[in-house]
């Protein structure tokens, strides 16, 4: 079946915290490696941004697991398009928190008019590209992710 990416945003719920964070990776981390998905998770300002790649089917099923979760609500879609390769093929899930960085908030001003991390304003291709910048970021070591 046809390789996918999905790109969604949504809204952290009140006082999730960095325990909430590992239990997510943990989770993400086995079930995704189960079933061939690999992406990555950003959270910023009670923020989620999370790009999924798979196969259709199981990326659908994953985020309609994903949308129920109560640690987050008012999830939108922003993309779910057929792609030719994963740009995120590393991991089956990485999260990283955006934090006050210089070189994040770079980024969060590259595409959007502000310097807060608001990823409900911005369209596929921005949403896509910053990830790809975030993760660059993390690759460097510049932002660490969440860690057990
Ligand atoms: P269990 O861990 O046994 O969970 C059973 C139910 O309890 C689920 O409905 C779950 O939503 C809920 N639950 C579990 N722990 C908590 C908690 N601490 N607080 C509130 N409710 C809880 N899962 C993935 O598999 N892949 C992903 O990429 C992924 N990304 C996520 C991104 C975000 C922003 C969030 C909030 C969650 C994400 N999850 C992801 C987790 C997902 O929503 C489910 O919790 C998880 O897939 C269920 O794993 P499980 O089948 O082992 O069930």
Same mark, same amino acid.
């Given at each position: 079946?046809?390789?996918?990416?999905?790109?969604?945003?949504?809204?952290?719920? $009140?006082?999730?915290?960095?325990?909430?964070? @590992?239990?997510?990776?943990? %989770?993400? !981390?086995?079930?995704?490696?189960?079933?061939?998905? $690999?992406?990555?998770?950003?959270?910023?300002?009670?923020?989620?941004?999370?790009?999924?790649?798979?196969?259709? +089917?199981?990326?659908?099923?994953?985020?309609?697991?994903? /949308?129920?979760? %109560?640690?987050?609500?008012? *999830? !939108?879609? /922003?993309?779910?398009?057929?792609?030719?390769?994963? *740009?995120?093929?590393?991991?089956?899930?990485?999260?990283? !928190?955006?934090? $006050?960085?210089?070189?994040?908030?770079?980024?969060?001003?590259?595409?959007?008019?502000?310097? %807060?991390?608001?990823?409900?304003?911005?369209?596929?291709?921005?949403?896509? +590209?910053?990830? @790809?910048?975030? $993760? !660059?970021?993390?690759?460097?070591?510049?932002?660490?992710? @969440? %860690?057990?």
């Amino acid at each position: 079946m046809a390789l996918h990416r999905l790109i969604y945003v949504s809204q952290a719920a $009140t006082g999730l915290g960095y325990p909430d964070l @590992v239990n997510i990776l943990e %989770k993400s !981390e086995r079930n995704n490696l189960a079933v061939g998905i $690999t992406g990555m998770l950003c959270f910023g300002d009670s923020m989620f941004l999370q790009v999924l790649e798979g196969n259709r +089917r199981v990326v659908s099923q994953t985020y309609n697991r994903i /949308i129920g979760d %109560k640690r987050h609500t008012n *999830a !939108e879609l /922003i993309d779910f398009s057929e792609i030719e390769q994963r *740009a995120f093929g590393s991991w089956s899930m990485k999260v990283v !928190e955006l934090g $006050t960085l210089p070189e994040v908030r770079n980024i969060i001003l590259k595409y959007s008019s502000t310097d %807060k991390f608001s990823p409900i304003s911005i369209n596929p291709q921005q949403s896509l +590209r910053f990830l @790809v910048d975030i $993760t !660059e970021l993390f690759n460097r070591g510049t932002i660490l992710g @969440v %860690k057990p």
